[in-house]
């Protein structure tokens, strides 16, 4: 006799009509056996079928305590409801976090580590002072700024170093022309770009950045770390530097990529879920917080809820096989960038520090494109798919996630049309 499947119960809280939305798969039609019951405490509900019980905590209290719910279409396998929220202080998934170690929740002369095998890359001391880098559109921002402010005569310079005094971040530019409308002389340029200092940590969303005399322990490589060495110049030369646009930067110990090396910034970047550092928060980010956070970037600065996951254009060299991140793109269209949310399938958010009753995310739908149709939406003038980048390796993990995070939803809710439905943790 085949066993039937587990029940899964799942709730959402819906905050712009202060309700939560439960579904439950039973994996059988219900019966007379089938009976759904909301906790006295209104903050679990309970689901009776077969004789079997199963629990799931609410993301948040609702009104109902101790109701059963109806059972609307008796011999149903899927069943669900609207309960309306009770007085108690709601979820809110708006008050989650979505960027994690910011220059503020870092601490001044924390050393820098592999996660994997806590490897010093950055020894203790050596950042005095931890910077955020401006937002991806700064230089579009500064430019539509001094395109509509009065002008001034003061700024007439050929070469230029730019100061941002409400950051400290510094950028640099080349062959800047005596022109006081000039925006390239101020250092807000296209050719602009951010330039490392050192003892300081500059913090983005996905990366720290440091300029590499403050970095050891690192591998340089073109392509995987059996083909690197500790020693940059024996790496790439300065010819053949002005032909790529970066190194790849591994971990010498457990050869894990921790970043990239880039040739125009003269500097290190590290991805923050590669690495460990000390921070006042105790939170350590993820490869799933650190997309949710960009993808919620994305949507403030372009307005676009759709994304193509594409891949850094790492080294010349490459050892990718084809497959998700070379010949496939991921697509992903968010609809909801604040929800919180309980799921029989996975254990209980309330076990991470800070964590709420629900599981604080961004619902998605995800699809896998040919890099052609990726290509053409990136150039349509009507297109508003938006490019992010990571690398090859991050995707691949991305969509296995999703893919986990697609079994967390009831079986009818877990696909639209041509798309699959998931969730990313913020």
């Known amino acids: 006799m085949t066993s039937q499947p587990a029940p899964l119960l799942y709730a959402e809280f819906l905050s712009h009509i202060r309700q939560i939305s439960l579904a439950i798969s039973l994996g059988s039609a219900s019966d007379a ?51 309306p929220l009770g ?35 950055v020894n203790q001391g050596v950042v005095k ?6 937002s991806e559109n700064w230089a579009e921002m500064m430019e539509f700024w001094h395109c509509h402010k009065p002008d001034d005569h003061d700024h007439d310079h050929d070469d230029y170093h730019h100061h941002d005094k409400a950051n400290g971040v510094a950028t640099t530019g080349q062959n800047a022309k005596a022109d006081d409308t000039s925006l390239a002389a101020r250092g807000y340029g296209a050719s602009s770009l951010i330039s ?15 300029v590499e005399r ?34 790849n930067v ?41 997309l949710a956070a960009t993808l919620i970037s994305t949507i403030a600065r372009s307005g676009s809820s759709k994304s193509l996951l594409l891949p850094i254009t790492e080294t010349i060299a490459t050892t990718e096989e084809d497959g998700v991140g070379k010949d496939k793109v991921v697509h992903i269209w968010v609809l909801n960038s604040g929800i919180v949310y309980a799921s029989s399938a996975t254990e209980a958010a309330a076990t991470r520090p800070g964590a709420g009753r629900g599981i604080s995310a961004i619902k998605l739908l995800y699809r896998l494109v040919s890099r052609e149709e990726a290509d053409r939406m990136l150039d349509s003038l009507t297109g508003d798919a938006q490019e992010v980048n ?37």
């Open 33 to 83: 056996s089938t009976r759904v019951v909301v906790a006295a405490d209104g903050e679990n509900v309970e689901l009776n079928h077969h004789g079997q019980s199963h629990t799931l905590r609410l993301p948040s209290k609702v009104a109902l305590s101790g109701a059963s719910l109806p059972i609307q279409r008796p011999g149903a396998s899927t069943l669900s409801w609207r309960l």
């Open 87 to 121: 007085q108690a202080k709601n979820a809110d998934a708006s008050s989650a976090d979505s960027s994690t170690w910011t220059a503020t929740d870092l601490k001044a002369g924390s050393q820098v580590a592999c996660r994997q095998c806590h490897g010093v890359v």
């Open 129 to 134: 002072v931890w910077k955020d880098l401006p």
């Open 196 to 210: 490392a200092q050192q003892s300081v940590g500059f913090v983005d969303l996905t990366t720290l950045l440091f």
């Open 214 to 247: 403050d970095c050891s322990n690192i591998i340089y490589s073109l392509s995987t770390p059996e083909h690197g060495s500790s020693d940059r110049q024996t790496v790439a030369s300065d010819e053949s530097s002005s032909q790529i646009r970066s190194l």
């Open 250 to 290: 591994f971990c010498p110990s457990c050869q894990a990529q921790l970043g990239f090396y880039n040739f125009r910034t003269a500097a290190v970047t590290l991805l923050k879920w590669q690495i460990s550092c000390n921070s006042f928060s105790n939170l350590s980010p993820g490869l799933e917080e650190c």
């Open 390 to 426: 990571i690398p090859v390796k991050a995707i691949k993990e991305v969509l296995q996630h999703l893919d986990r995070s697609n079994c967390l939803l009831p079986t009818a809710e877990r696909v639209f049309k041509e798309w699959k439905v998931g969730l990313l943790r913020r």
